[in-house]
């Protein structure tokens, strides 16, 4: 297919070529990879100016997006494509193969960089969902922080960069600039930028409006921004909440665990930890079901799977990608429903993107990055939701990115007067910081001090 590039995708591709260290934060959609390899095909085979060029990504991503994309489209087909996956003795024979690009997965760039020591034979590099990397305590971060300053070039590529505020900025951008712009240690960049908030078990930082435009002026001459409302036409998104109502037992069930979990925290103030395990057991009773003690799944009602059976006769016949957050519901929806299909593979893709899947289940960390969706449905049902900002966008962009012909419509199944009501809202007003994780717990157990 010939590749015929928009403007925006042609100003990108200058300033990869013209600059050393780039952060490319274009949103879900513009089309980040092939616009990264067209790059990466002139300065490998025009400019001569990189040999190797690694590209450490989500493992999905990296066994499927980047070499289809080669195959895909005529001016990139003779790029030479590994993927390092596998087993660690079939890593090491890919990483014997010659090519021009390889590919790992976030979970081996330790492995990589302990594997081949000094011998590190990538003059590029590229961060593919760069965000992902905004944990300076993770081990990826710590492993590519030893060797990112050996690549004379190095390109982030996220439409997320700072899902949840400024302060995940300062690892990304220590990946890209080695510290120059936000400090050479996060203590740098917290003294600098950050408020501090110091709470009993924990302490808050967040950045002010003023050291938000500091910032921004720090970035400018490293980071390109876009949204893609600004450079494309896509067809209109809807955004509808269903309200379940929970039975009389359910809503029993749901009850008990609030009144449980205000009588476990006593007078102490709830913590980071304990309001995860709360959320996780208050969402899970919403959702349907509840691992006991021994990790068996514990049905409580089937409100939700009603709800979904409602919206595949709305649907008639259109294909619906759902979302799911514990193992449980797949399996409940693949008993109620035996026409749904697990997004597991390449084959599950294609199949998809061919009109062949009634019902595609996905798990939203598995299938946010990367993923071409777009071509097998429009209609997106979240029969549980995420805690987190940027794999609900993400997944959510899996339809909603170019080459979609038909309105994105994006369900919620949300059970009423359920902690549910909070994480939605939460996620609507894009406040998924710890703090507000904790506020909505508080404010679903009646403020539990």
Known sequence: MKFTPHDYQRYCVKEIIAKPHIGLFLDMGLGKTVTTLTALDHLICADLAVERALVVAPKRVVTDTWARECEKWDHLSHLRVVAVAGTPEARRLA???????????????????????????????????????????????????????????????TGTPAPNGYVDLWSQIFLLDRGQRLGRTLSDFRRTYCEASVRPHFTIYSISPENQRRIDAKLRDLCISMRAADYLSLPPVTHITREITLD?????????????AVLALGGEDIIGRTAAAIMNKLLQIASGAIYDEDGATREIHDAKLDALEDLIEEAQGQPLLVFYSYQFDA???????????????????????????????????????????????????????????????????????QGQKQPVMIYHLIARDTIESQVLRAIAEKATTQAALIDCVKAEIGGAS
């Open 95 to 157: 990483l014997q193969r010659e090519a021009d690009i390889y590919l790992i997965s976030r979970d081996n760039v330790k492995w990589l960089v302990e594997t081949l020591g000094r011998r590190w034979p990538f003059d590029a590099l590229v961060l593919d969902e760069l965000s992902s990397f905004k944990n300076p305590q993770s081990q990826r971060f710590k492993a590519l922080r030893r060797v990112s300053g050996k690549c004379e070039r190095v390109i982030g590529l």
């Open 248 to 260: 009389a037992s359910a809503r029993k069930a749901y009850e008990a665990m609030k009144e449980e």
């Open 331 to 401: 399996a409940r929806i693949q008993k109620r429903f035996p026409q749904a299909r697990m997004l597991d593979g390449d084959d599950d893709i294609a199949a998809w993107n061919s009109g062949r899947v009634p019902i595609m289940l996905a798990y939203p960390a598995s299938c946010g990055h990367g993923l071409n969706l777009q071509e097998g449905g429009h209609i997106i049902v979240w029969f549980g939701l995420t805690w987190s900002l940027e794999l609900y966008q993400q997944a959510n962009a899996r339809l909603d990115r």
